[in-house]
């Protein structure tokens, strides 16, 4: 009975045995007075593997049935490699092959090309560890005529064994035409076959156990995916962050350090088969903590790995720690000035994770860059992209060294060059980019651990001394607010701030184009109101929906109610009644309306507090007497 194309699946672990060397056979028609082969891959730590450029002198022949051929010898230890072939360094070069498996190789070389040479009868040596008591080899190849390209089945025998290193080999002779073809090792018939083995045209160490396999056959490479850890929630004391991933268990675990990518966010690319994590977060000062995965543990966090969420957002300081989330690249821009004898500035992008910006490179030098003046350019990257620069040119080999956003986001291109020929990006201050322009500087006193608010007829992102919020929405029993923190002031725009200092200061480059409004007020639409007009205040309309900050109180605006400008106040009216979900990077905080954790803008007014919560009703207290939030009074 055949048995050729019965469809199984055989799960056993891959069992191989190391023979010492494969031989490179070289039927040199090229009329160099020295041949050499270089061999090289990457991801090695030996880059060279036949030792530095040109490598290694072939210098032994051998005679393959009647034909003379160079040949060298290439420990199995060496592939999969990159073998080019060389006149010894007298300025001519092929590229030989990417040898994948440990097995001889025979070309024909002339000075122009390289191919691929026949043996006239290519030997497969098979390490047969079955226990069978027969064996046999079988070959087929789907469109060849002669589908059954060693006879019928069960196909040939062993014409003999060959002992290498100590290990019997049975030798099975197969005519170079057979090839490609795929191969099936069998118990002669018996009704046991082992699972299809792809073979080119060469001779094979073979192992068969399970399965048959190649000696030395590169295991199908795992793969990497990025993911991110938002470890906001973890940054006091500075510490270093790592991880350690696995499937199956020891077997398949692997450890990783993070780097960072933008503000708290920091990324690792782990295995992409890894099921589950343990996040760590270490003390910066411990012994081993970059060697050692947990050395130095101050938190862990252990969870799966979904496959549709990549960034896991640290939000607690008890279980369950924190959730999965999808990581959205921020735009950071990017402003170089370019060498004066460059002829234009372009940007050439990589990995980053938005497919639809990653759109735009499609083909070398990239995008031009926006000139800013004074030989300064401009671009937008995303905070997790590489890139380089160059002159603009299309065969240009004029670039920079690679970089990262998160390093710097101004520099100037040197004129000398690393090892690689590319030019050093170097950090630049970026207050002397582009065209010379006017700064912009609004100071206040604060209040260290208070809140207050903030609208400027200018935008920065450039703060000192507190962090900016943004109304999100109201809590879920209607007497608090949700609080996300913002990176950049935008012009016109009010904002709550928590400060951590004494001193709030806001530093803007560039002439102003704000348009100021014919009321000088400004609304925010999720529930905060600006006012700008230098040196002047405003009576803010009385109303039941009007708040103000004031001496770590939400207080509801009484007749005295007075706003300065750059200052803000609440119309909770038109508050979200929910809050969106917390966009990755940001931080959320809740304001209370009775009992607040928050701070107060320095506002001459008299007030009184608003609401307070009686039997699971929010009600209002206005001048000693209680009103439900629609205005109805409560007897």
Not at 222 to 227: A, E, K, M, Q
Not at 404 to 415: D, G, K, M, V
Request: proline share 4%; aromatic share 12%.
């Amino acid at each position: 009975m055949r048995m050729k194309k019965l469809l199984f699946s055989i799960l056993a672990l891959l069992m191989t045995v190391s023979s010492t060397a494969a031989k490179i056979y070289i039927n040199d028609q090229t009329g160099w007075e020295q041949i050499a082969l270089y061999a090289w891959y990457d991801g090695k730590s030996d880059v060279d593997l036949l030792g530095g450029w040109p490598g290694t002198m072939m210098i032994s022949s051998e005679i393959v049935e009647g034909t003379e051929y160079k040949v060298l010898e290439i420990d199995v230890n060496k592939f999969p490699c990159n073998i080019i072939v060389n006149n010894n360094n007298n300025g001519a070069q092929l590229d030989l092959c990417e040898a994948r498996v440990a097995r001889n190789y025979y070309y024909v070389v002339t000075e122009e090309a390289v191919t691929e040479a026949l043996a006239p009868k290519c030997h497969l040596y098979v390490n047969n560890q079955t226990g069978w008591e027969a064996t046999a080899l079988y070959a087929w190849y789907n469109g060849k005529t002669n589908a059954d390209l060693l006879g019928d089945w069960p196909g040939i025998q062993a014409t003999g064994t060959v002992e290498k290193d100590g290990v019997t080999y049975l030798d099975f002779q197969v005519d170079a035409t057979v090839f490609p073809a795929n191969f099936i090792f069998n118990n002669n018939g018996g009704g046991t076959q082992l699972g299809d083995l792809y073979l080119e045209a060469g001779d094979y160490y073979l192992v068969a156990t399970d399965v048959l396999a190649e000696e030395g056959a590169v295991p199908e490479p795992v793969g990497t995916r990025t993911i991110y850890l938002d470890a906001t929630w973890w940054m006091d004391k500075y510490p270093i962050f790592a991880a350690h991933v696995w499937n199956k268990g020891d077997e398949d675990a692997a450890d990783y350090f993070f780097t960072l990518v933008e503000g708290n966010i920091y990324k690792a690319d782990i295995r992409d088969d890894a099921s589950a994590i343990i996040f760590y977060r270490k003390d910066p000062s411990a012994t081993d903590v970059t060697v050692k995965v947990d050395a130095g543990t101050w938190n862990t966090a252990q969870t799966g790995i979904p496959e549709d969420k990549d960034m896991f957002v640290i939000n607690n300081w008890n279980d369950p720690w924190g959730e999965w989330q999808v990581y959205t690249p921020k735009d950071v821009i990017v402003k170089v000035k370019k060498p004066a004898g460059w002829a234009g500035l372009s940007i050439w992008a990589w990995d980053s994770k938005d497919a639809t910006w990653m759109a735009q490179f499609t083909a070398w030098p990239g995008v031009a860059c926006t000139e800013i003046g004074n030989d300064w350019y401009q671009f937008t990257v995303k905070a997790d992209a590489w890139f380089m620069f160059n002159d603009g040119q299309a065969s240009t080999t004029v670039q920079t060294a690679a970089a990262t956003a998160p390093t710097a986001t101004c520099y100037t291109i040197s004129e000398e060059t690393n090892t690689d020929g590319h030019h050093l990006l170097v950090d630049a201050d970026c207050a002397t980019a582009g065209t010379p322009s006017t700064e912009t500087v609004y100071e206040r006193d604060v209040r260290n651990g208070y809140y207050g608010t903030i609208c400027l007829p200018f935008s920065s992102n450039n703060i000192t001394g507190v962090t900016l919020y943004s109304i999100a929405g109201q809590t879920e029993e209607g007497n608090g607010l949700y609080l996300d923190s913002e990176n950049e002031l935008q012009a016109g725009v009010p904002y709550f701030f928590l400060a951590n200092s004494t001193k709030l200061v806001v530093t803007a480059t560039g002439e102003s184009t704000f348009t100021p409004n014919a009321d000088h007020w400004y609304p925010s639409g999720n529930g905060l109101v600006g006012y700008i007009n230098d040196g002047h205040e405003e009576q803010i309309p009385q109303n039941l929906y009007h708040y103000m900050l004031k001496d770590n109180g939400l207080y509801q605006v009484n007749a005295k109610g007075i706003v300065r400008s750059n200052y803000a106040y609440v119309d909770w009216s038109d508050v979200p009644t929910t809050a969106a979900e917390l966009a990755p990077g940001r931080q959320r905080r809740v304001i209370g309306a009775q009992h607040t954790t928050t701070g107060v803008d320095n506002i001459e007014q008299t007030i009184t507090p608003t609401k307070i919560l009686r039997e699971g009703q929010l009600l209002i207290i206005r001048d000693g007497q209680l009103f439900t939030i629609t205005g109805q009074m409560v007897k």
